[in-house]
Structures are given as structure tokens and as C-alpha cells.
């Protein structure tokens, strides 16, 4: 059940009442459980019946995950040090199954067997045929980034099964992230949760905006993307450029609208989960771009593979390396198909450019700030069309294609470009005021002004939105 | 707590206001529109009056030509064809015409992917959801998607996505006929492509088939004549006609199929594989009325 669906937002507000008319602890009968806390139970069941509304039997994975990383990080904690490797090794391999399996195994199996078949051998392994389970990546990779946690002792082992088992589920992140850490999460779920008014007005507001993302802008330039990508041959090269750039805007409005969505639902809970995205298309350079793009997967990535590689404290070369796998990893999370690896490829060696060129920490200003987004957010464009086609061979003929001919896009549908317009316009104003004028515009902090943007907004969503619960595209990593 | 939910509460009868005032000007400009596709929507649902009346997809808004079958049978047509939609959108509007008027004659034309086969039914409603003041279509559109008796209650959502085209519109003023000409050529590459080499033989949804049934069933009880029409495709198209022919059999209702017909081997008739150009759509109708006149007295 996801964040745009009529659904959820039939069942949100009872959760949200349930929720808050709950104690938060109730002193236990026993000494061992001082005290229970029925927010946290009814968090867990809430998380679960909702991620079993899509497919029930896969919670049973779930589960394996939660408990096989709580013993795991109980049982490393105990072990003395020369032995903890082989441990974190069999534990952090376990946990992996599922994921490899549900996500990897056909592209695995049909790449071997392709290369087989090159070679003249064919021996044929069945593919299998099942769904991935929805959000598979992002929890296992919270699962694992707190079993590394503790065997890299920044975290302890946590002695609640009760609040590990929330951690991994908690429903607002559960589907697409963000990719929380334990040591900002679990403090959270430990505390005492009383509402504050500011926290749950701040998390309205990031639901209203993420909608607006999604809806309107996303689920709307879609429309017109998946008509060009589908029978991009039979359009001029400068409708592929259009559709190319509109994809960027519309994965943007669709990831950060849905990462916003989680911070608010997250938020009228109680809890701050981290932000996902910081306006991520002025970036001046790949290496800022992922600063502020899917900043809890670049976080993690950084973390517990860049870093435990040798990070940049190694010769350049070897610094280079650790970048081009760290984006190599990342390429393989988003999903198994070639695409998605070039995609990696190209922002991993953009920024081993850059930082040889020494531009990954250069500050720029005036014109030439101007231009190094432009061309930051043609190159991030560029891949991002490796990422959505499906075949390489699609991709390449794709870039060759946009190339082809002069002239002025094709609009396809007025009524749908004006939509795009308008919600373009109100995206980058946005934006380019809390970018670049934060102190401009100060009468748009008048409280009349805001609560009129806020009921616009509101019915822009109604009027002009895709309300049609289109899925979203990070729901399938 | 309590300060939070006061404020909700304001927003959302601010948001209810404004709902409601723009529903109320969407409502005045539908009505008041003389042409374009609102006006045309609105027309046919509303105020039709005319003899024969013309349901399809696309397909029926750019190959059937109102005038020409005036001018033939001398009895009055308005062609309701609306692109990418079928049954589940033309027995909502059947719903709204009939509690109107009766006309003698029906000419529905079939399109096997939006009135036979299984697709996602939900986006055939849209352009029902404006009309949902009234209670036939109300329950119609609710009895599809129940969520829908929520949803409809904001005027807003109704007019979702409709709204510049409504405004939009407000520039059409010339009264529309229905029918939608299109004057280019299908392209090399659909042209080469070996007959029926794009074949369609897809399992029939279920409810797609009960409201074809109950269109034909209810136009009948009215004493009001329909006949289904497949109207001409380029060759290289090739669907499964067994569903519809299986109901025009059963309700004793004809069925004129002219999905290969001489038609489909001219280029020259067609925009692309699916849609005649005027041309080809004058050709048709000559057809047609031929075909039309042998089967219906009132015709002749």
C-alpha cells in the first residue's frame, strides 16, 4: 500500500488516532519487562499488515532478515575480535540471500547462459518467475548497515527485539527508504513520543509537497515519457531530448516526492527520519549531485563499502578504484540489468574526472556556477536514460537517435504540456528560492500567503494530479 | 494535539469551499459550451436529440460522417464517438441519453481493445466522473469502483485533468457534429508490414462483455434499433471477433463486420493502421448506408 493510494489515506488517519490515543508505556507485570510499550507493538503491526497487504507470504522474509541480523549483532558481540570476520562474513552473506535471489538470479542465470551460448555450450538453468518483494533492498540494506554498525562497534547490539523489529519495519521507510541508520533511529524508538504540534505541522507539509511532486509533476511528465520511450524511433531527436530531460524531472518528483511523503508520515508518528534529497539538480558537479541525491543510499554506500575499501586515505589510484566500485554497487542495488550498471559506471567515472580535474570540491559562483549545472545536469540526464530503457542496446540507439535532427520538440497533448509547465514553473521557483534567494520573497512567509499556497497546492493536486495511484519507480528496487 | 486538528480542520473547509465554487463554474462552462470536445461531451449526454447516434472509440469519431447520413437517410445523427474509450464510458452516457429521449437507430462501433478485451477499466470512467451529478451515473461509476462514492464527493477531482480542456474550449464556439476528419497518410513502414501480422487474440473481459449486454438489452426494451459495426482496419491488424459476435448472436442484434473489407488494402484510406483519414472515411460510409438501408425499413 503506498503513500498515493486512496487506500492509505483511508487507513492513515485511524492509524495516526490509533496511534497517539495509545499509551506509550504501560509498567510490566514482571521484573524482567519493567515496562511495555503498546505504540511500538501497534507500530509493528501496523508495518506488517500494511507490507502484507501487498503480498502476504513475503513478510515471512521480513522476519528472516529481522531476526537473522538480531541475533547476528547480539552473537558478533560477544565474539572475541580475530574470529568476529568470518562471523560478520556468514551473517552479512545470509541476509543477502533473499535479496540475491528475488533480484539477481534471473539476470545471473540468462548472463551466464548468453555467454555460454557465445561459447557454443548451452546448458539452461529455469529462471524463476516470481515478484520481487517490495522494498527488499532498502530494508535488508538497513538490516545489514546495522549488523556492520555493530561489528565496527559504533553502534551496540540492541537488546529489544521489540524495537529492532520496528527499525526494520517501520512502515513510513519500509517500501522505498530513506535507508535509516540505528544510531538515529533507535534512540527514537527507545524515547518517549509525545506529539509536537511543530513536528506534525512540518510533516503535513512535506506530504503536501511530496504529493505535489508525484502527482502533478512525475506521474503527469510520465505520461508523456513512457509514449516517446516506448516508439522513440518514430519521434525527431529533439522530442527525445525533451523526454530525456523530462525523465529527469519526473524520477526527481517521484523519488523525492515519495521520500518526502515518508518524512511526513514519519514525522505526524513522532519520529525524523533523514532527508533524502537537497534540490539535487543544482548540483555543480556529480560528486555534489550525490550529496544531495538519495543522500541515505550515498550515505550507506560511503559507509560500508567506500570506506572500508580505503575510502581517499590510499594512493589516487587506488582512490579512484574505491569510487568506481562504490558506483559500480550502487548501479547493481537499483536493479539487475546492464542498464543499471552503465548507469553506475557513468557517475563512477564522472567523478574520478572530476576529482582528478580537482573539481569535485571547487566552489563556483556567477556565470560559471550556471554553467556547471547545466552540464552536471546534462550528464546526470545523459544516464539517466541508461537507467530507464530497457536494454543497452535500446539506450545507445536512444542517445544516437536524440541526436538526429533539428527543430522543435513535439508537444503530444496540450492540454498535458500545459500541465508540465505549470508544474515545472512551480517546482523550480521552489527550488531556486530556497537555493539561491533563501532571504528573497519574504512575504511568501506571511501566515495568510502560506495557507493560500497550501489550499493551491491542495487542489492543484485534485485537479491536475495523476490520482490514478501510479506505482513508483523506486518501489521496484 | 487539539491545535493541530482545529487547524486541519480549517484547511479542509477552506479546500471544501473552493472545491465547491470551482465545481460550480466547471459546471456553468460545460453547459454553456457550444463547441469543442466539452462542448461536443456535453451535447451528447445532455441535450442530443437527433435520430441516430453513433458510440465508439475513436475509430467511430473519425469514420462516421453525421451529414452523410443525414443527407442519405434524411434522418438527423450526431456521432458521440470519444477516443480511447469503449462500453464502459458510452453506457454511462446510454445511461443519460436514455432518460432523456429515445433515438431510432444506434450504430455502435466496436473496438476490440477498449470493448472487448481485458484492460484497466478504471480510466474509461473519467470522463463520466463531470456528469456524476447525476444519480444513474452516480451509481453506474460507484458500482464499478465503489472507492469512487468518496472520491466524487469533491468537485474538484470530477473535472481532475479536464479542466484546461474545458477552458481551453471556452475558444471553440462552432456547434460540432461529432465527427473528427483526419487528412494524413498511414506511414511506409505500417504499409509494408505483411498482412495480419500483428494479431490480437486476447481473453474478453468479463465486465466489458456484461455492459455490451446490457447497452444491447436496454436499447432494445427502448424499441430503439442498434446494429455493431467493426469499422474498417489496415491488414496488417488482425483482432478476435468471437466475443461480440457471440453476444450480437445471442441478443439477435447485427453485426456488420468490416474489418477486412477492400478498404484495408488502400493506402490511400488511411491515417494509420487503426483510423481511416476523411477519405476513406467518405468510402465507408457509402458502405455502410448501403448495408444500413438493407437492414432497417426506416432507412430505405
Not at chain 1, 540475491?100 to 546448458?123: A, D, H, M, P, T
Not at chain 1, 572500508?308 to 569510487?323: A, F, Q, T
Request: proline share 3%; with cysteine.
Amino acid at each position: 500500500m503506498t503513500f498515493n493510494s486512496f487506500t492509505f489515506w483511508l487507513v492513515f488517519p485511524c492509524i495516526f488516532f490509533i496511534y497517539w490515543l495509545l499509551p506509550d508505556r504501560i509498567l510490566g507485570k514482571s521484573q524482567r519487562t519493567h515496562y511495555v510499550r503498546p505504540r511500538n507493538w501497534f507500530l509493528i503491526l501496523s508495518s506488517y499488515l500494511l507490507y502484507a497487504n501487498w503480498k502476504p507470504a513475503y513478510t515471512l522474509i521480513l522476519i528472516a532478515i529481522t531476526l537473522l541480523t538480531y541475533f547476528g549483532a547480539r552473537y558478533i558481540e560477544t565474539k572475541v575480535e580475530h574470529r568476529k570476520k568470518g562471523i560478520i562474513f556468514s551473517f552479512a552473506t545470509l541476509t543477502l540471500v533473499p535479496l540475491l535471489i528475488f533480484k539477481y538470479y534471473n539476470f545471473v542465470n540468462e548472463s551466464v547462459w548468453s555467454l555460454l551460448s557465445s561459447c557454443g555450450l548451452r546448458y539452461e538453468l529455469h529462471g524463476l518467475n516470481w515478484a520481487i518483494p517490495v522494498g527488499i533492498s532498502f530494508y535488508t540494506f538497513q538490516a545489514l548497515g546495522y549488523l556492520f554498525d555493530v561489528y565496527y562497534k559504533k553502534e551496540k547490539a540492541e537488546k529489544s527485539f521489540v524495537d529492532y523489529a520496528l527499525f526494520v519495519c517501520f512502515f513510513p521507510q519500509i517500501f522505498s527508504g530513506p535507508i535509516s541508520k540505528a544510531g538515529e533511529l533507535l534512540p527514537q524508538i527507545k524515547e518517549k513520543r509525545v506529539f509536537k504540534y511543530e513536528q506534525g505541522v512540518q510533516g503535513l507539509k512535506f506530504l503536501l509537497w511530496g504529493m505535489f511532486l508525484k502527482l502533478v509533476l512525475a506521474d503527469r511528465l510520465g505520461l508523456y515519457v513512457d509514449k516517446v520511450v516506448a516508439d522513440y524511433a518514430m519521434y525527431s531527436g529533439p522530442t527525445c531530448v525533451l523526454s530525456a530531460i523530462f525523465y529527469s524531472l519526473q524520477i526527481y518528483g517521484d523519488f523525492a516526492g515519495y521520500s518526502l511523503m515518508a518524512v511526513g508520515v514519519a514525522k505526524l508518528m513522532g519520529f525524523d527520519l533523514i532527508n533524502n534529497f537537497k534540490r539535487p539538480y543544482f548540483s555543480v558537479s556529480i560528486t555534489d549531485f550525490w550529496r544531495r541525491w538519495h543522500i541515505s543510499l550515498s550515505r550507506w554506500l560511503k559507509d560500508y563499502v567506500y570506506i572500508p575499501m580505503g575510502g581517499s586515505r590510499c594512493s589516487k589510484l587506488r582512490n579512484y578504484w574505491n569510487i568506481f566500485v562504490t558506483f559500480l554497487v550502487s548501479g547493481i542495488w537499483h536493479g539487475a540489468n546492464w542498464t543499471y550498471i552503465v548507469w553506475g559506471i557513468i557517475h563512477g567515472v564522472a567523478q574520478i574526472i572530476e576529482k582528478a580535474l580537482g573539481l569535485n570540491n571547487k566552489e563556483s559562483k556567477g556565470i560559471w556556477r550556471f554553467v556547471r549545472i547545466v552540464v552536471t545536469f546534462a550528464i546526470v540526464t545523459l544516464a539517466w536514460v541508461f537507467f530507464r530503457m530497457p536494454t543497452l542496446v535500446d539506450a545507445v540507439a536512444y542517445v544516437g537517435h536524440s541526436f538526429s535532427g533539428f527543430g522543435m520538440p513535439e508537444v503530444l497533448s496540450v492540454t498535458n504540456f500545459a500541465i508540465y509547465v505549470m508544474a515545472i514553473a512551480i517546482v523550480l521557483f521552489k527550488e531556486s528560492r530556497e537555493e539561491f534567494f533563501p532571504m528573497k520573497f519574504r512575504f511568501l512567509n506571511n501566515h495568510y500567503v502560506r495557507w493560500t499556497e497550501y489550499v493551491v497546492i491542495f487542489c492543484l493536486i485534485l485537479l491536475c494530479g495523476a490520482l490514478d495511484s501510479g506505482s513508483f519507480i523506486y518501489g521496484s528496487f | 494535539m487539539k491545535k493541530f486538528l482545529k487547524n486541519i480542520a480549517i484547511f479542509f473547509a477552506i479546500v471544501a469551499v473552493v472545491d465547491f465554487s470551482i465545481g460550480k463554474l466547471f459546471h456553468y462552462l460545460q453547459a454553456n459550451m457550444a463547441g469543442g470536445r466539452t462542448g461536443a461531451e456535453y451535447y451528447i449526454c445532455e441535450r442530443a436529440t437527433e435520430d441516430v447516434i453513433i458510440m465508439g472509440s475513436s475509430r467511430a469519431s473519425h469514420h462516421y460522417i453525421p451529414e452523410r447520413i443525414s443527407e442519405d437517410l434524411g434522418i438527423s445523427c450526431f456521432n458521440g464517438g470519444q477516443d480511447g474509450n469503449g462500453i464502459i464510458l458510452q453506457y454511462g452516457r446510454w445511461k443519460m441519453m436514455s432518460k432523456r429521449y429515445t433515438p431510432k437507430l444506434v450504430i455502435y462501433d466496436v473496438t476490440p481493445d477498449f470493448d472487448l478485451f481485458e484492460n484497466d477499466n478504471e480510466r474509461y470512467i473519467d470522463r463520466l466522473k463531470p456528469y456524476c451529478y447525476n444519480p444513474e451515473v452516480r451509481d453506474y461509476v460507484c458500482s464499478l469502483y465503489p472507492e469512487e462514492k468518496l472520491k466524487l464527493f469533491s468537485k474538484l477531482y470530477r473535472n481532475n485533468y479536464k479542466f484546461l480542456e474545458t477552458l481551453s474550449d471556452i475558444l471553440h464556439n462552432g456547434k460540432t457534429t461529432g465527427y473528427i476528419p483526419l487528412y494524413g497518410k498511414i506511414r511506409d513502414e505500417v504499409v509494408n508490414a505483411p498482412e495480419n501480422s500483428e494479431r490480437h487474440y486476447e481473453s474478453p473481459d468479463r465486465e466489458k462483455c456484461i455492459y455490451l449486454k446490457s447497452l444491447a438489452e436496454e436499447i432494445k426494451e427502448k424499441g430503439c434499433e442498434l446494429v455493431f459495426v467493426v469499422s474498417p482496419y489496415w491488414k496488417s491488424l488482425d483482432y478476435d471477433y468471437s466475443a461480440i459476435e457471440s453476444i450480437a448472436k445471442e441478443l439477435n442484434v447485427p453485426l456488420l463486420n468490416y474489418s477486412k473489407c477492400p478498404l484495408s488494402y488502400n493506402r490511400e484510406y488511411f491515417e494509420d493502421s487503426v483510423h481511416l483519414n476523411d477519405k476513406g472515411a467518405n468510402v465507408f460510409m457509402g458502405m455502410l448506408l448501403n448495408d444500413l438501408r438493407q437492414l432497417f425499413a426506416f432507412c430505405g
